[in-house]
């Protein structure tokens, strides 16, 4: 060994003090514990008592008497028996308890002291010499007078003994002296440049390797002598780090020696030969270094580490080589039975740091061991945490909300909406939203901002789909986030919002997801069932949440991260080489009219068509998706109707539908498609009609006003409806036979049907218009907020960045007013000039125009939260060519003169609502009022007159109508014969063909066959 032995130990650059133990009178005798053998004569031996903070005190003993061979040095090589001269002293001594006294120093050997070792009642040096492995050096002269003769004498006759037996280095065997010279490599004897760390790592990853500990740096590195190869390597301590130990400058004193007794380096005899070019450079740059001091627990970790590995046999797992060459493992010694791990015990004892990058190289048993480990120490403040200070967390946990409940919607893989069991049936209030803890799935994008699935997006929905929807379920709520926008992200004046997590259980589930999970222990606290989450992880579709330090979790974090480890290790899913399958959906729903009535023919084929319910986006309206086509479509339930938003009982009817078809699998028969691409038909969920469960529910009104007889199974929506009016259920509660009054709505449909005072504000020809309610307080308060507010100049580019859909101020061109306007198309990218293009809706007109950016402003949500003041109508029981067709722009011509050019005031008779048109997206959207409109001076209607100027028609009559229609037919029969018959306008060549639009699907069997 190259290592020497000093009274004083110093480490270059390493800040260490000197370490002394108590001095004590010669031949006194103390007792300690070995510490470390640097050779086969020489200990290391610490206090057992010490009151001082920080390692004990130590003192390095050489025994009296002896001589053992010493081990190689720089460039050298062993004597004979070297090796096992110290082996024997380090397995007879080291960690015990043992006795001593110091007998005499060595001045001339930079004040080595030499002494008596009992182990016990065995003398030491005794035991050494009977055993053949030193050889018996008297003391020097001076010295002699402090050791027994008898003590020597001794000594000799054991040496005899052995030299007779042929033991230890007395050994007889031919070639044993030869054999036990150690074939040392290079890095065991100073010259570690040609190491190959990476070739031994790929030679021994992952496989324990026996290796002695020779000297301990810090807590978190160590020196080891690799077995059998003798290898000396340095080994960083996988995953941890412990505190460092420091530089301390020499101010420019050269130390020649670089020992470290209180490491336990090898000793040997001091010489003090000359320093190289070499050693001086290298002392030079050390004592010009800056001083850097220790780490607070960096001296305690070191004397742990020291206390459990040094000179003691351990097993190395080597887990990886970080770029400076050093070897990064796991090591794990023993403790009489048991084998520990030294990282984790470093970390359980508030004495090294969780390390990300090294962590990385291993299991992850073993990272969350060390996690967890270094949790627990932050909480209890244990140690180098003693002053750790929590981050700021924007979670917090949540207590004693469990529940259970039916599960109503899957929003995405991490994602789900519950009904509540303790709230009541149908009650919008019972759906309670549910993030998944712990775990994130890829995202299902926004349609809206054109963003697109994320890979395996929509299988993760649709796993989660196929096994929860309408299953009853338990939920453990943990904790729950505050989240807040990103800047841009959100409209002005949107706030932070909270979502709650929490652990979703099936107690019920299918066999192979109960197989799938068994690997992963049940904790006490979880109840009977399978974690979905922990499911969804096995599959591969989504990956665990790393949260930081004091960030709430889920309670079985530990299992999902073992159901990530197995997705991992098997390559499933999102962890696969493979790309997601790619799925092209035609979505009918934001498509033009026209693309659904081409669609009409295929789903008019198949009888029964099954499909999968996307979304309710009302009572009797909801979105589908049918597999066969990969088509989304609108559809609503023929001849059925459900109170519209903000209307009684509106809210309570989605409730009922989200519970009852939410994306469920059900069959549809599509019958027809009305003008804005819905289509109607009926719809069976598990071979029940579900207009049926509106309708006995009191939740929803038939309207039959173009004939029962297309209807299937109409009988049974008539009972259905019948059941309800004669327990006077929700919207029959205020009913009375052959009256029909709407609850909580000021309109009464008995023989006096509602009626407006309007003026209208747009037309758009075809017989729709818009109009705007005279007397409408709501008029006058928004005109005068308009005009309160002071418009700048225009915003700055950038920072005012418009979507379609939202709500702005914008500059009408004719007259230059600022009014209320919804963004209908907009540039897909930032604006970037003043002059691009928006085209805006003007909702309290019913215009649409386009207008440039610098024309548009953000306005106050004040301001942009009423609904629109415009109405969309269209003239009742009659027909008006389009703008396209013959006589369109007549008749557009002829509707604007006598509305917007004669300054009247109107009538408006509402005879249906059509809500068929959805959410206001843009001109011509909408629910629309189906009227007669009369001016206030005239007796004629707008309707009749249009009629009898030939430049509309009927409709095509039924042959089941409602009274009080029928009598509205045919008093408008009357002007269309009278146009007819002077051939004025359309029917100047005589009958006018019915168009398809005119033609009633075939009436079917009330059993739902086809003919």
């Given at each position: ?20 133990m108590?001095s ?8 300690g ?6 050779s ?6 610490i206090?057992l008592?010490?009151n001082?903070p920080?390692?004990?005190?130590e ?5 009296s008497c ?5 081990m190689?040095r720089?460039?050298g ?8 001269s110290?082996?024997?002293?380090r397995?007879?001594?080291i ?6 006294r ?14 008596s070792?009992?182990?016990?009642t065995?003398n030491?040096?005794?035991l050494?010499?009977q ?7 008297e003391?020097?002269?001076?010295n ?16 005899e003994q ?10 007889k065997v031919?070639?044993?002296?030869e ?5 040392l490599?290079?890095?065991?004897i ?6 190959d760390a990476?070739g031994?790592?790929?030679?021994n990853?992952?496989?324990?390797m026996?290796g002695i500990?020779?000297q301990?740096?810090d807590?978190s590195s160590?020196?080891v002598?690799?077995?059998p ?10 995953g941890i780090q412990?505190?460092?130990?420091g530089?301390?400058?020499t101010?420019?004193?050269v130390?020649?020696?670089?020992p ?6 090898a ?5 003090k030969a000359p320093?190289t070019?070499?050693?001086r450079?290298a002392?030079s740059?050390?004592a010009s270094?800056?001083e850097?001091?220790a780490d607070?627990f960096?001296?305690e970790?070191?004397?742990f ?7 003691r ?17 796991s ?9 520990k791990?030294?990282g ?5 004892n508030g004495?090294?740091?969780?390390v990300?990058w ?9 990272k ?5 480990a ?29 529940f259970?409940?039916?599960?109503v919607?899957?929003?995405s893989?991490?994602?789900?909406v519950?009904?509540?069991?303790a709230?009541?049936y149908?009650s919008?209030a019972?759906?309670?939203?549910v993030?998944?803890s712990s775990i994130r799935?890829p995202k299902?994008g926004?349609?809206?901002r054109e963003?697109?699935?994320a890979?395996?997006a ?18 453990q ?7 807040t ?9 949107a ?6 997590f929490?652990s ?11 197989q799938?999970?068994?690997a992963?222990?049940i904790s ?9 989450a922990e ?5 591969g579709?989504?990956?665990v ?7 709430e979790r ?15 290790s ?12 790619v799925?092209h959906?035609?979505?009918l729903t ?15 084929r198949i009888r029964?068509i ?11 309206r909801?979105k589908?998706?049918?597999p ?12 059925v109707?459900c109170?519209g938003?903000g209307?009684p ?13 939410m ?10 498609v009305?003008?804005?691409?819905t289509f109607l038909?009926s ?12 309708l ?10 173009f ?7 109409a009988?049974?929506?008539?009972q259905?409806?019948?059941?309800a009016k004669?327990q006077k259920?929700?919207v ?5 036979e052959g ?21 209208v ?7 729709r ?9 709501r ?23 418009p979507?379609?859909?939202?709500i702005v101020?914008a500059?009408?061109?004719l ?8 963004i209908v ?6 604006v970037?000039?003043p ?8 909702i309290d ?8 950016y610098?024309?548009?402003?953000p ?28 006589f369109?722009?007549e008749?557009?011509e002829?509707?604007?003169t ?6 009247k005031?109107?009538?408006a008779?509402i005879?249906?609502?059509d809500a ?5 997206k843009?001109?011509?959207?909408g629910?629309?009022?189906?009227v007669?409109l009369?001016a206030?001076d ?6 009749g007159?249009?009629?009898?100027g ?29 146009a ?9 060549y005589?009958d006018?063909?019915s168009?398809d ?10 059993g739902?066959?086809?003919?």
């Amino acid at each position: 060994m190259f290592f020497f032995v000093k009274r004083v130990f110093i480490v270059v650059g390493a800040g260490l003090k000197p370490v002394k133990m108590a001095s004590a009178t010669e031949n006194q005798w103390l007792k300690g514990r070995v510490k470390a053998v640097t050779s086969g004569d020489c200990l290391v031996i610490i206090t057992l008592v010490h009151n001082r903070p920080g390692a004990p005190p130590e003192k390095a003993i050489t025994l009296s008497c002896l001589m053992a061979p010493k081990m190689a040095r720089r460039g050298g090589k062993d004597e004979p028996f070297a090796w096992e001269s110290k082996e024997f002293l380090r397995k007879l001594c080291i960690g015990k308890e043992i006795s001593f006294r110091v007998e005499y120093k060595v001045e001339a050997l930079a004040g080595r002291e030499f002494g008596s070792v009992f182990l016990g009642t065995q003398n030491v040096a005794k035991l050494v010499v009977q055993n053949g492995w030193a050889k018996v050096r008297e003391p020097g002269q001076q010295n002699q007078g402090k050791v027994s003769p008898t003590h020597i004498t001794e000594l000799l006759q054991l040496q005899e003994q052995a030299s007779q037996e042929g033991v230890g280095c007395w050994s007889k065997v031919p070639g044993a002296a030869e054999a036990s010279i150690r074939d040392l490599p290079p890095s065991a004897i100073g010259d570690s440049a040609g190491f190959d760390a990476m070739g031994l790592l790929a030679a021994n990853k992952g496989k324990p390797m026996e290796g002695i500990v020779e000297q301990v740096r810090d807590g978190s590195s160590i020196r080891v002598y690799l077995l059998p190869e003798f290898q000396f390597v340095q080994v960083f301590v996988a995953g941890i780090q412990s505190p460092s130990m420091g530089r301390r400058n020499t101010n420019g004193n050269v130390v020649e020696t670089v020992p470290d007794e209180s490491s336990g380096d090898a000793s040997g005899e001091s010489s003090k030969a000359p320093l190289t070019s070499a050693q001086r450079l290298a002392a030079s740059a050390a004592a010009s270094s800056v001083e850097v001091s220790a780490d607070p627990f960096a001296a305690e970790a070191k004397y742990f580490t020291e206390h459990r590995v040094l000179s003691r046999d351990v097993r190395i797992v080597l887990e990886g080589v970080d770029k400076f060459n050093n070897l990064i493992g796991s090591v794990h010694y023993s403790d009489g039975e048991a084998v520990k791990d030294l990282g984790l015990e470093l970390v359980e004892n508030g004495l090294a740091k969780y390390v990300e990058w090294s962590a990385n190289m291993m299991e992850e048993e073993a990272k969350r061991k060390l996690k967890a480990a270094e949790l627990k120490c932050k909480k209890d403040k244990v140690k180098m945490w003693a002053n750790y200070v929590p981050p700021a967390t924007n979670s917090k946990a949540l207590h004693d909300q469990n529940f259970t409940g039916k599960v109503v919607e899957v929003v995405s893989g991490d994602c789900i909406v519950v009904a509540d069991d303790a709230i009541p049936y149908g009650s919008p209030a019972a759906e309670r939203r549910v993030n998944l803890s712990s775990i994130r799935c890829p995202k299902m994008g926004n349609p809206r901002r054109e963003e697109k699935p994320a890979p395996y997006a929509r299988e993760a929905r649709e796993f989660l789909r196929q096994r929860l929807i309408g299953k009853q379920v338990i939920v453990q709520m943990e904790y729950s986030r505050k989240v807040t926008p990103a800047e841009g992200a959100a409209p002005t004046g949107a706030g932070d919002r909270i979502m709650d997590f929490g652990s979703v259980f099936i107690p019920s589930p299918a066999k192979g997801d109960t197989q799938e999970v068994a690997a992963s222990a049940i904790s006490g606290s979880q109840p009977a069932g399978v974690n979905i989450a922990e499911l969804l992880l096995s599959r591969g579709f989504g990956n665990v949440v790393r949260h930081r330090d004091f960030e709430e979790r889920s309670n079985h974090y530990d299992a999902l991260l073992a159901a990530e480890s197995r997705a991992l290790s098997g390559k499933k899913g999102i962890h696969s080489a493979k790309e997601s399958p790619v799925m092209h959906i035609t979505d009918l729903t934001v498509a033009a009219a026209k693309k659904a009535k081409d669609f009409l023919p295929s789903l008019q084929r198949i009888r029964r068509i099954p499909a999968v319910v996307e979304y309710v986006l009302s009572g009797h309206r909801c979105k589908l998706y049918i597999p066969k086509l990969t088509c989304s479509i609108a559809f609503a339930f023929s001849g059925v109707r459900c109170p519209g938003r903000g209307e009684p009982f509106s809210d309570e009817a989605i409730s009922v539908m989200r519970r009852r078809i939410m994306q469920r699998d059900v069959e549809i028969e599509v019958e027809t498609v009305d003008r804005t691409g819905t289509f109607l038909g009926s719809m069976w969920e598990s071979r029940t009609n579900v207009a049926t469960v509106l309708l006995e529910a009191g939740l929803a009104k038939m309207q039959t006003s173009f004939g029962a007889d297309r209807i299937v199974e109409a009988h049974i929506l008539e009972q259905a409806e019948r059941s309800a009016k004669n327990q006077k259920l929700k919207v029959w509660e205020n009913y009375v036979e052959g009256q029909e009054v709407s609850n909580g709505s000021t309109t009464v449909e008995t023989r006096q049907k509602e009626t407006l005072k309007v003026a209208v504000t747009e037309v758009l020809g075809g017989g729709r218009f818009y109009v705007q309610t005279v007397g409408d307080q709501r008029v006058a308060s928004i005109q005068n907020q308009l005009a309160s507010l002071s418009l700048k100049d225009a915003p700055i580019i950038g920072s005012f960045n418009p979507k379609r859909g939202d709500i702005v101020l914008a500059q009408f061109s004719l007259d230059n007013s600022w009014n209320r306007a919804m963004i209908v198309s907009a540039p897909r990218a930032a604006v970037e000039s003043p002059d691009e293009k928006f085209e805006v809706f003007y909702i309290d007109y019913g215009n649409q125009e386009v207008v440039p950016y610098s024309a548009i402003r953000p306005v106050d949500p004040s301001v942009s939260s009423a609904p629109g003041l415009a109405q969309l109508c269209r003239l009742a029981y009659i027909k008006v060519p389009s703008l396209e067709e013959d006589f369109g722009p007549e008749a557009g011509e002829y509707l604007h003169t006598i509305t917007l050019g004669s300054g009247k005031e109107f009538k408006a008779v509402i005879e249906e609502r059509d809500a068929s048109g959805g959410k206001v997206k843009g001109q011509g959207t909408g629910t629309e009022l189906v009227v007669t409109l009369i001016a206030v001076d005239d007796e004629v209607s707008v309707n009749g007159a249009m009629l009898q100027g030939g430049i509309a028609r009927m409709e095509k009559r039924r042959r089941f109508e409602h009274k009080d229609k029928k009598a509205a037919l045919d008093a408008l029969e009357k002007f269309q014969e009278e146009a007819r018959k002077s051939r004025t306008g359309i029917w100047q060549y005589g009958d006018v063909e019915s168009d398809d639009e005119d033609i009633a699907p075939a009436k079917k069997p009330a059993g739902g066959g086809r003919r």
